[in-house]
């Protein structure tokens, strides 16, 4: 099979000829590369992430200054970054106080540059063609609560949910559509329909979302559930979500709203493969290993033991096997030990077990 064959037949609930793998690198050390390969042979998904900041247009350097790099980013937040680091500190966001929302307008999403890049459309569409012989590849986009603290700053949106939700409100719908219809239209040139398209939106932290329930259904909610609509109706076969933490206390509502798929189950925050699918028979689950304890500590029989019940979960379908991400702080030997039982007993040619 083919890796989007292999998971698009976990996606419908058959079993493949292998469990599949997602996996992504915080850094990919040249001793790594040796001992593995190229990075990207060792995970069968990919993805295409349209350019979808609602103030696209004034992304810019500002300045170069004793290691730092301060620029606006396509969300106009002012930022700046360490030229050698993975995350970023905002210093200013476009949505100050007093902000009147409807007097604020978002760049097109038409623009072919949100898409391409500085590629043609010609050079898209092979390279795109190429990765799809590989991997199965989705579409990849925000959601409304993330994106709008980048527009409106993390600690002042969650204080608008509880002091102005009225305000809140109209943030995360502005924000949820402008990013539906760059969704939309990401997923009309790319043709990756029967892929689907993943909303990657972080809501949670290992105890539990970043507002109540009542909140999220009442203020973010009506956004997803126009977001998701939106998705299936433009022809989208799967609509996933990506979500740190213990999202458990609203996932009744995500699910009522029409999400196919999770990931990455993170243990540590008590997203349990095992419990999750009791709960949800038809729920993809993908993710689920432990990149922060199992992986990083071990001892071996540990992670394999980790990786064998994953394994174990999709056998029928409807599991993908993989981390949140592999950090610097997960040693080569046991990456190396749970890949070998990923290519072992994730062999379902080999292990057949009913």
Known sequence: MTSEER???????????????????????????????????????????PCEGAFYSRARILKREGGWIHEVDEWGRTIRRRTDAYFSETIEVPLGPGVNIDSVEFDSPSDDARYYGSDSQEIFEQNLRKDRQSHYVYV??????????????????????VSDPGLARAIADKVGDHITTVGVEALRR???????????????????????????????????????????????????????????????????AGIDGINPLERRAGMRMGAIRAAYPRLILTGGMCNTDTLVKGPI???????????????????????????????????????EVCRTYGDFTANEME
Do not use: C
């Open 7 to 49: 998971v698009l037949a976990e996606f419908s609930f058959h079993r493949p000829d292998r469990i599949p793998v997602y996996d992504k690198f915080w850094k990919y050390p040249e001793a790594w590369q040796r001992r593995l390969g190229p990075a990207e042979r060792l995970s069968d998904i990919s993805r295409i992430i």
């Open 140 to 161: 990849k986009t925000g959601g409304p609560y993330l994106r709008s603290t980048f527009v409106r700053g993390e600690t002042q949106f969650l204080m608008d949910m």
């Open 190 to 256: 790319s043709g990756l329909h029967g892929n689907g398209i993943w909303i990657y939106d972080d809501m949670a932290g290992n105890t539990g979302p970043m507002f109540s329930p009542a909140a999220f259904e009442k203020l973010l909610l009506p956004a997803f559930r126009r977001m998701i609509k939106a998705y299936k109706q433009a022809g989208a076969a799967y609509v996933l979500l990506h979500s740190d933490g213990d999202i458990r206390p609203i996932l009744d509502m995500l699910v009522d």
């Open 301 to 339: 029989s540990r992670i394999e033991a980790e990786a064998r019940e994953i394994i174990d979960l999709g056998r029928n379908g409807g599991v993908v096997i993989g981390t949140h991400s592999i950090s610097p702080e997960i040693p080569l030997e046991h990456f190396v030990a749970y890949r």
